[in-house]
């Protein structure tokens, strides 16, 4: 049947069309000019027989498309939305930044750590100075009235008072921000912590010389800590220490 050559013809027609092959049958047929109701000549019978009452050569002519469907798949998102979820702000970019949140706080940023502890000894050394040189020169005052520009000589026999007008000229340069005076800082301290403790130890004034050598170390150490826990530690050393020794000489 798929080799042989038919004629057709709608049953409104009276003359046969053909022959045709299985493939131009076919062709017809998707063109809709060939139904199932179509009549084909069978030799076999002598007859027109319709189509639609030929399985065989029905199946090859309408043969039975496939019919293509999509399987709805379930879509799973990764991010879900979430009742709790906070609104994240451009402050809490920052603070994240810096590790000042509660997420990020043990992440913090190293190097702004070290800055922090490094303005914390910008500002806790020149107060130390300052409290050191109100310890070293104002018990000495009388000693200051009595002093004129044409007689100085007086001066170096008050070592301390000379001690504090350093204090004060370093206190000044480090309230600029001018941390090249570390170097001569860390001398002033070693130095001062000898000259305050001989002088106090001579005098028999322990509490004193303990006071000056807590706050010397913290000067001391005020120019070197680069991070938080030394640099408030030294701060308060140094803060402290010399704050004692100022309250101690004046009133004493």
């Not at 204090?167 to 921000?177: E, I, M």
């Amino acid at each position: 049947m798929e080799t042989q050559k038919l004629y057709f013809r709608n049953p409104t027609e009276s003359e046969a069309r053909g022959p045709f092959s299985l493939q131009q049958i076919t062709d017809l047929a998707e063109a809709g000019q060939i139904t199932r109701d179509s009549l084909f000549y069978n030799p076999d019978s002598d007859q027109w027989t319709a189509l639609g009452t030929y399985p065989e050569l029905f199946a090859l002519v309408f043969p039975e498309k496939k019919k293509l469907t999509l399987k709805s798949k379930e879509i799973t998102k990764l991010n879900k939305p979430d009742s709790r979820d906070k609104v994240i702000e451009v402050t809490d970019l920052l603070d994240s930044a810096e590790g000042r949140t509660e997420e990020t706080k043990s992440r913090a940023n190293p190097e702004i750590a070290m800055m922090r502890a490094v303005r914390i000894g910008m500002i806790a050394a020149p107060i130390a100075l300052v409290a050191a040189a109100a310890a070293e020169i104002i018990p000495s005052g009388q000693t200051l009235a009595s002093i004129n520009l044409t007689n100085l000589t007086n001066l170096t026999d008050h070592p301390l008072v000379l001690l504090g007008l350093a204090d004060v000229v370093l206190a000044f340069f480090l309230a600029l921000g001018v941390s090249a005076i570390y170097p001569i800082l860390r001398f002033r301290a070693t130095f001062g912590l000898g000259l305050v403790g001989l002088i106090l130890h001579a005098q028999g004034m322990p509490l004193p010389g303990f006071a000056a050598l807590i706050g010397s170390a913290g000067i001391y150490f005020c120019t070197l800590a680069v991070s938080l826990v030394p640099a408030i530690t030294a701060a308060a050393a140094g803060i402290g220490g010399m704050g004692l020794l100022a309250f101690l000489l004046i009133n004493a």
